[in-house]
């Protein structure tokens, strides 16, 4: 009911998350997203109609020359699917789900056994939450330097600004022409 009485706009619902995520990983704003495409979709039967995207494909490209996709669905039937890959000249690293177990079994064209991964983000980052929280409480209490400072939120929400903009265009947004006058 949420969902079909217009709230969780899934790019500022989901996305967000992944650009904070993706922004943090390419140095904070030192290699300067330039153009911001989304694709979005609704595949959930009981979603069709409402006029509420379940699924998106999102694409930044840096001006290093580096290029990021972020895919988002609102459903995963096997629980909570968060994971991020990153590769380059020095190799290639991934961060997947946590789960039960670290065997999988991957032994016929059936597919993978595996542990059970988190049902959703609660249960997944309770840590980090309890994380974020000590350390709000150490800005507040002790004047320590926040780690996430006011240029990257304000790029993390831009950059979702930007792929709505896609999104209503169905094309690239240059993220320069789009953001900068709001960064200056």
Not at 1 to 7: A, N, T, Y
Not at 63 to 89: K, M, Q, T
Request: charged content about 20%.
């Amino acid at each position: 009911d949420f969902l079909k009485k217009g709230g969780g706009e899934l790019l500022y619902d989901f996305t967000v998350h992944d650009f904070d995520q993706l922004l943090w990983l390419t140095g904070d704003g030192a290699d300067m997203p330039v153009a911001v495409f989304a694709a979005v979709g609704t595949c959930l039967d009981e979603l069709k109609g409402s006029g509420v995207d379940d699924t998106c494909l999102v694409i930044v490209k840096f001006a290093s020359g580096a290029l990021a996709s972020i895919d988002n669905s609102r459903f995963a039937p096997y629980g909570y699917d968060a994971r991020c890959e990153v590769f380059g000249r020095g190799g290639q690293i991934s961060l997947n789900n946590p789960s039960t177990s670290a065997v999988i079994l991957q032994a016929s064209r059936q597919g993978a056994v595996g542990g059970v991964v988190d049902e959703s983000f609660p249960q997944r980052y309770a840590q980090a939450y309890a994380n974020q929280m000590d350390h709000f409480l150490d800005v507040c209490m002790f004047g320590t330097t926040e780690k996430v400072t006011f240029k990257h939120s304000l790029l993390v929400n831009l950059l979702a600004d930007a792929a709505m903009q896609s999104k209503k265009t169905g094309g690239f947004v240059d993220f320069a022409q789009f953001a900068g006058p709001k960064l200056a």
